[in-house]
């Protein structure tokens, strides 16, 4: 079950909107939820309830911000470096380099807006470290969610 509009009913479409698509799915966001939990344990060292609270809060921080936030990233990739990369390797949009950024750009966007989240609404410094890890658990959850686009290609 998608929670969010289908990319299909746009005119011109992304890899990053077949992205946002998937990540917006209860699955996707039930192991996004899972997978951070146990990073956030991990990184802050602070109680199972403690790290719930935090989890769920930078989840919908960077689920709502993320509607926003990626698909714009994934539209400025499109006109530079995109662009150029189309050029040089003779490629459209959906090629292997443009989803592989896609993937680091979600897992970098989400990754740094969970940060922000339990830097000032818990007031927990996690630090550089505690940032890529948040990066790694996002390009996991983030890379399962990705790999179902080509095992389940959206209906057209």
Not at 41 to 49: A, E, G, L, N, P
Not at 117 to 146: E, H, M, P, T, Y
Request: aromatic share 12%; proline share 4%; net charge positive.
């Amino acid at each position: 079950m998608t929670v969010a509009c289908s990319p299909l009913l746009a005119d011109v479409v992304w890899p990053a909107l077949y992205l946002e698509d998937r990540l917006l799915t209860v699955w996707a966001i039930a192991l996004g939820l899972l997978v951070e939990l146990l990073f956030v344990r991990y990184i802050t060292k602070r109680s199972w309830r403690w790290c719930a609270m935090a989890d769920v809060a930078m989840n919908t921080a960077s689920s709502l911000l993320g509607l926003i936030l990626l698909p714009l990233a994934g539209l400025a990739w499109e006109f530079f470096p995109g662009s150029v990369i189309y050029e040089i390797l003779h490629m459209g949009t959906f090629n292997p380099v443009t989803w592989t950024a896609t993937w680091a750009m979600a897992a970098m966007i989400n990754g740094a807006l969970e940060t922000g989240v339990v830097r000032f609404a818990f007031r927990q410094r996690i630090g550089k470290r505690g940032f890529w890890l948040l990066c790694l658990a996002n390009a996991i959850s983030v890379g399962v969610a990705l790999c179902t686009v080509f095992v389940r290609p959206p209906r057209l």
